[in-house]
C-alpha cells in the first residue's frame, strides 16, 4: 500500500470511537494496543485498511467521520442509552449515523446546539477546559438580576466542592417576568449553569445553547439537523492546543 494512504495508528483508534486522540496515544504507550497480532507500543505507527487492529483484545471497525450540529429541543436526552424514559437525540438522526456520540452534554430540560460526531479527536477538543472552547447560551430566568448577581456569577462560587464560573454575563432585558441572560462558558460542568444560579435564587426557565466556538445554532429549525461544513470543523480543531487539521 502506497505510504501516503497510511494512517497514525491512534487517528484510526480516535476515528473508531474507542478514545480520544490523547487516550488513544496512552493505549500505545500501555501496551493495550495490537496491529496484525503484535503489540504496538512506541507512537507513530502507520496502518492501512488491511491490517487488523485490536484494543484491549477487542478488534475495532473503524467508522466514517461523520460530524453533526443538531437543534436538540427540550424532552430529548444526550445519551447513547435506548432504555431511557426519554427519546435519545439519536432519534433525531438517520439510522445510517447511529454510531456517532454526543459531544458534551444538554440536560433534558435544554435545548440548542448539541454536535455529534465519530471522531473522538474531536469530542476531546471541544469538552477539555484546557483547549478553551467557549459555549455561548441564551437563558431566561425567573428573578433579579442586579450587579451584585452579575459579579457574583462572574468571580464564581464553590458549589458541592466544584468552583464554578461564567466568563461572561449579559443582562439582556425583562419581558413578562422574565430576563434574559447571555452566558459563555469555558469546559462546563455538569449542570454548570443552573447550579450557579440557583446560588442567586435565579430560576430557570429556559436554557438554550446557541454557539460552540464560531459555530452559531442560526437558523436550524428545532429538531434538525445539518453536516458540519469542512470550515466549521477546521475552525474547532485550530482550538488551543490542538494540532490536527479537518479532512
Known amino acids: ?16 470511537g474507542v478514545a480520544s486522540r490523547r487516550q488513544a496515544e496512552q493505549l500505545i504507550l500501555d501496551r493495550l494496543v495490537s496491529v496484525n497480532g503484535e503489540i504496538v507500543s512506541e507512537l507513530g505507527i502507520r496502518v492501512g485498511a488491511e491490517d487488523r487492529i485490536m484494543v484491549r483484545g477487542k478488534e475495532i471497525s473503524p467508522v466514517p467521520l ?43 430540560a435544554s435545548d440548542g446546539l448539541l454536535l455529534a460526531t465519530t471522531d473522538g479527536a474531536l469530542t476531546q477538543i471541544v469538552t477539555h477546559p484546557s ?5 455561548f447560551y441564551e437563558v431566561s ?10 459579579k457574583g456569577c462572574l468571580d464564581g ?9 461564567f466568563q461572561e454575563l449579559r443582562n439582556d432585558g425583562s419581558h413578562h417576568g422574565l430576563t434574559k441572560l447571555f452566558i459563555r462558558l469555558i469546559g462546563g460542568k455538569n449542570r454548570e449553569i443552573r447550579r450557579l444560579l440557583n446560588v442567586f435564587d435565579l430560576g430557570v426557565s429556559r436554557l438554550t445553547r446557541i454557539g460552540v466556538g464560531e459555530l452559531v445554532l442560526g437558523n436550524l429549525d428545532s429538531g434538525k439537523w445539518r453536516e458540519l461544513s469542512v470550515k466549521e470543523r477546521a475552525s474547532l480543531f485550530a482550538f488551543k492546543g490542538s494540532s490536527r487539521e479537518a479532512k
Open 66 to 108: 461523520v460530524y453533526l450540529m443538531l437543534n436538540k429541543p427540550r424532552g430529548f436526552v444526550c445519551s447513547n442509552d435506548r432504555h431511557s424514559k426519554f427519546p435519545s437525540f439519536l432519534d433525531l438522526i438517520p439510522k445510517v449515523w447511529q454510531s456517532v456520540h454526543h459531544v458534551g452534554r444538554l440536560d433534558v
Open 141 to 150: 430566568v425567573r428573578g433579579e438580576v442586579n450587579e451584585s448577581v452579575i
Open 1 to 16: 500500500m502506497s505510504e501516503k494512504n497510511l494512517v497514525r495508528l491512534q487517528k484510526v483508534i480516535a476515528q473508531a
Open 157 to 165: 462560587v464553590t458549589v458541592d466542592g466544584e468552583y464554578l464560573r
Open 131 to 135: 483547549f478553551e472552547v467557549p459555549k
